[in-house]
C-alpha cells in the first residue's frame, strides 16, 4: 500500500463527507460544521492555507549542513519530528456515524506513535468520544494527548484523573470550543475559562497543561500567567468561527511574547513539509496536522497514518536541507519571506 492507493482507499469511504482533494484547502468540501470542513462560510479554514501561502523560502545551498536532524523534544519525550497528529473526532456527530470513533482515533494514535511521534485524541457530546481517545492511548501505553473541551472545571478535572490512569504525557483542553453548539444543544457546558478557572486546573494535575484555540497574544499570556505548559494557535480547523485570521497570521506576535517559557505548537492548513519549516520558521516549537492525517486513518489505519507523516517529516528534512538548516534550532525567520 503506498499513499496513492491510501487516498483513492479514503475517497471511497469518505464519500459525501470530504473528496480527498489534491490540496485539501476548503474550497471544494462537501460538508462543514458538523462535518470535515470550516464553520459558516469556510473563510476561517481557507485563511489558514492563504495565510501560510503568502510566505514563500529563501532557497539556500552554500552550506556546511549536509546532515539534517529533525528530533524534537517534548516535555522530556524525544520525538522523530516536530509533527503531532491533531484531534479528529466526534464520528457520530460529524460523520454520521459511517466511521467507528475507536477505529478513527485508534489509527492516529497507535499511527503516529509507530512514526515516533504522538497524537492527540478528542472529546464530544457522546461519552463515547473521549472513551475512544482514551482507549487508544491507553493501548499504546500512554503515548497521548487527549484533549478536553472547556466543560464546568469540575468535569474537565474528573476526565483529568481518568486521562491520568492511562498514563498520558500531557492533557490539553481545546478552550476555542466555548461556543460549541453540538454540546450546549444536549444540555453539556461549555464556557469561556478565566485565569483563575485555568489555575485551578493546572493545580489539579502533574500532568503538563496545554491549551489548545489560542489566537491572540492577550489569551498567551493568560495562559502563560495561570500554568499552562504549552498552547496550541490553532482556530480549530476554522471550525470554530468563521472568518478568524489564520494561524499563520498571528502566530509570529505569539511566539514573540511567549516561545521560550511556553510550548508553542501551531495547527491548520499544514499540508507539507514546506508548511511545517514555515510554521517552525514563524516561531512554533512544533505542529499538529488534522484533516491530512484523518483521511490516511480512514484509507490505510495506522499503516496509512504513519505513512503520511513520514512523507511530511521527508519534506521537512529536504526543505531543511535547502534552506541552510542543520537542526531545527536552525530554522529562523531567515528562512522564510513574506511577497505579500
Ligand atoms: C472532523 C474534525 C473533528 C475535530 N475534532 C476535534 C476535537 O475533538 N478536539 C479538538 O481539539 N480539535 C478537533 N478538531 C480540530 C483539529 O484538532 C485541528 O485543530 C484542525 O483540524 C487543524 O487544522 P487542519 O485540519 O487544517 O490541519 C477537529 C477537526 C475536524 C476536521
Same mark, same amino acid.
Given at each position: 500500500?503506498?499513499?496513492?492507493?491510501?487516498?483513492?482507499?479514503?475517497?471511497?469511504?469518505?464519500?459525501?463527507?470530504?473528496?480527498?482533494?489534491?490540496?485539501?484547502?476548503?474550497?471544494?468540501?462537501?460538508?462543514?460544521?458538523?462535518?470535515?470542513?470550516?464553520?459558516?462560510?469556510?473563510?476561517?479554514?481557507?485563511?489558514?492555507?492563504?495565510?501560510?501561502?503568502?510566505?514563500?523560502?529563501?532557497?539556500?545551498?552554500?552550506?556546511?549542513?549536509?546532515?539534517?536532524?529533525?528530533?524534537?523534544?517534548?516535555?522530556?519525550?524525544?520525538?522523530?519530528?516536530?509533527?503531532?497528529?491533531?484531534?479528529?473526532?466526534?464520528?457520530?456527530?460529524?460523520?454520521g456515524?459511517?466511521?467507528?470513533?475507536?477505529?478513527?482515533?485508534?489509527a492516529?494514535?497507535?499511527?503516529?506513535?509507530a512514526?515516533?511521534?504522538?497524537?492527540?485524541?478528542?472529546?464530544?457530546?457522546?461519552?463515547?468520544?473521549?472513551?475512544?481517545?482514551l482507549?487508544?492511548?491507553?493501548?499504546?501505553?500512554?503515548?497521548?494527548i487527549?484533549?478536553?473541551?472547556?466543560?464546568?472545571?469540575?468535569?474537565?478535572?474528573?476526565r483529568?484523573?481518568?486521562?491520568?490512569?492511562?498514563?498520558?504525557?500531557?492533557?490539553?483542553?481545546d478552550?476555542?470550543?466555548?461556543?460549541?453548539?453540538?454540546?450546549?444543544?444536549?444540555?453539556?457546558?461549555?464556557?469561556?475559562?478565566?485565569?483563575?478557572?485555568?489555575?485551578?486546573?493546572?493545580?489539579?494535575?502533574?500532568?503538563?497543561?496545554?491549551?489548545?484555540?489560542?489566537?491572540?497574544?492577550?489569551?498567551?499570556?493568560?495562559?502563560?500567567?495561570?500554568?499552562?505548559?504549552?498552547?496550541?494557535?490553532?482556530?480549530?480547523?476554522?471550525?470554530?468561527?468563521?472568518?478568524?485570521?489564520?494561524?499563520?497570521?498571528? !502566530?509570529?506576535?505569539? $511566539?514573540?511574547? *511567549?516561545?521560550?517559557? /511556553?510550548?508553542?505548537?501551531?495547527? #491548520? +492548513?499544514?499540508?507539507s &513539509?514546506v508548511?511545517?519549516?514555515?510554521?517552525?520558521? !514563524?516561531?512554533?516549537? $512544533?505542529?499538529? *496536522?488534522?484533516?491530512? /492525517?484523518?483521511?490516511a486513518?480512514? #484509507? +490505510?489505519?495506522?499503516? &496509512?497514518?504513519?505513512?503520511?507523516?513520514?512523507?511530511?517529516?521527508?519534506?521537512?528534512?529536504?526543505?531543511?536541507?535547502?534552506?541552510?538548516?542543520g537542526?531545527?534550532?536552525?530554522?529562523?525567520?531567515?528562512?522564510?519571506?513574506?511577497?505579500?
Open positions: 500500500m503506498d499513499l496513492q492507493e491510501v487516498r483513492e482507499k479514503a475517497r471511497e469511504v469518505l464519500k459525501g463527507i470530504c473528496r480527498v482533494c489534491v490540496v485539501c484547502d476548503g474550497r471544494n468540501c462537501p460538508t462543514g460544521v458538523p462535518g470535515i470542513g470550516g464553520a459558516g462560510t469556510g473563510e476561517g479554514f481557507r485563511r489558514n492555507i492563504a495565510s501560510l501561502a503568502r510566505w514563500k523560502l529563501n532557497l539556500r545551498v552554500l552550506h556546511p549542513r549536509k546532515i539534517q536532524d529533525t528530533t524534537f523534544e517534548l516535555f522530556g519525550h524525544k520525538l522523530s519530528f516536530p509533527i503531532l497528529g491533531g484531534a479528529i473526532a466526534g464520528a457520530k456527530v460529524n460523520f456515524g459511517r466511521l467507528d470513533e475507536r477505529e478513527i482515533a485508534r492516529l494514535v497507535l499511527g503516529a506513535k512514526a515516533g511521534t504522538v497524537a492527540l485524541t478528542g472529546d464530544g457530546p457522546d461519552p463515547e468520544v473521549f472513551a475512544a481517545g482507549a487508544a492511548i491507553r493501548e499504546a501505553d500512554g503515548w497521548g487527549p484533549v478536553i473541551k472547556p466543560r464546568s472545571n469540575k468535569e474537565i478535572i474528573k483529568i484523573r481518568e486521562a491520568e490512569k492511562t498514563g498520558a504525557l500531557a492533557v490539553a483542553i478552550v476555542d470550543a466555548a461556543g460549541l453548539f453540538n454540546m450546549t444543544r444536549v444540555g453539556q457546558v461549555v464556557e469561556p475559562k478565566t485565569a483563575e478557572d485555568i489555575i485551578e486546573i493546572a493545580r489539579s494535575t502533574s500532568l503538563p497543561l496545554i491549551l489548545k484555540g489560542i489566537m491572540t497574544v492577550a489569551d498567551a499570556k493568560v495562559a502563560l500567567a495561570s500554568g499552562a505548559v504549552g498552547i496550541v494557535v490553532s482556530n480549530h480547523g476554522g471550525r470554530a468561527l468563521d472568518h478568524t485570521l489564520g494561524t499563520a497570521d498571528v !502566530l509570529p506576535g505569539i $511566539a514573540a511574547a *511567549v516561545k521560550g517559557r /511556553l510550548m508553542v505548537l501551531v495547527d #491548520g +492548513g499544514i499540508r &513539509g508548511d511545517v519549516l514555515k510554521m517552525l520558521a !514563524l516561531g512554533a516549537d $512544533a505542529v499538529l *496536522v488534522g484533516r491530512p /492525517l484523518f483521511i486513518a480512514c #484509507g +490505510g489505519g495506522p499503516q &496509512g497514518v504513519k505513512m503520511q507523516l513520514e512523507a511530511l517529516a521527508q519534506e521537512l528534512t529536504v526543505a531543511m536541507r535547502l534552506t541552510g538548516c537542526a531545527l534550532q536552525d530554522i529562523s525567520s531567515e528562512v522564510i519571506c513574506n511577497v505579500m
